[in-house]
């Protein structure tokens, strides 16, 4: 198998990756290009694609945390809240194998909204706000990961 399409098919599941949450996809589509760049000779040309694609994975990444985030914010939860919401992710994906982290990280914003509100329609409110928010953020990540891994396919053909 060609070496170059090995790579290419790590990165497709590193996109996978992005929409299902038991790989890291952006970061698996950056080791990646290392990979290709360390193992196929690592010219000065390749380590520049291996900086962009790792810039606009990096970047993706910090943005699409951010995004729920604020979203949540913005329709009133505050900043435990949120630290509720990460601790129901990491419940939810030890308890519940591949889409734990799916199911936890909700559960852990509504169950602390009401404990803070007292009221489910404003807890509810909070956390479609910030599930909204998840969803621009998977998208964010999705757009970055197609578009770094089509850089790196452009130089991958070049060398």
Same mark, same amino acid.
């Given at each position: 198998m060609n070496f170059d399409l =090995?790579?290419?098919?790590?990165?497709? !599941?590193?996109?996978?990756?992005?929409l299902i949450p038991?790989? +890291?996809?952006? +970061?698996?589509?950056?080791?990646s290009a290392v990979a290709w760049a360390v193992l196929d000779g690592s010219d000065t040309g390749q380590?520049?694609?291996?900086?962009?694609?790792?810039?606009?994975? !990096?970047? &993706?990444?910090?943005? #699409? #945390?951010?995004?729920? *985030?604020?979203?949540?914010?913005?329709?009133?939860? #505050? /900043?435990w809240v949120l630290v509720a919401g990460v601790a129901g992710l990491v419940i939810g994906a030890i308890a519940i194998p591949v889409v734990g982290a799916l199911v936890g990280w909700p559960v852990g914003i509504l169950v %602390?909204?009401?404990?803070?509100?007292?009221? =489910? *329609?404003?807890a509810w409110r909070t956390t479609r706000a910030a599930l %909204?928010?998840?969803?621009? /953020?998977? &998208?964010?990540?999705? /757009?970055a990961g197609v578009v770094a891994v089509g850089i790196w396919a452009a130089a991958a053909w070049r060398w």
């Amino acid at each position: 198998m060609n070496f170059d399409l =090995l790579i290419g098919l790590v990165m497709l !599941v590193g996109l996978v990756g992005v929409l299902i949450p038991f790989l +890291p996809g952006l +970061p698996v589509i950056a080791l990646s290009a290392v990979a290709w760049a360390v193992l196929d000779g690592s010219d000065t040309g390749q380590w520049l694609i291996v900086g962009v694609v790792t810039v606009i994975c !990096v970047a &993706a990444m910090v943005v #699409s #945390s951010v995004v729920p *985030a604020r979203r949540a914010s913005g329709a009133g939860a #505050s /900043g435990w809240v949120l630290v509720a919401g990460v601790a129901g992710l990491v419940i939810g994906a030890i308890a519940i194998p591949v889409v734990g982290a799916l199911v936890g990280w909700p559960v852990g914003i509504l169950v %602390a909204e009401v404990i803070r509100t007292r009221n =489910l *329609a404003t807890a509810w409110r909070t956390t479609r706000a910030a599930l %909204a928010g998840l969803g621009v /953020g998977v &998208a964010i990540q999705f /757009g970055a990961g197609v578009v770094a891994v089509g850089i790196w396919a452009a130089a991958a053909w070049r060398w």
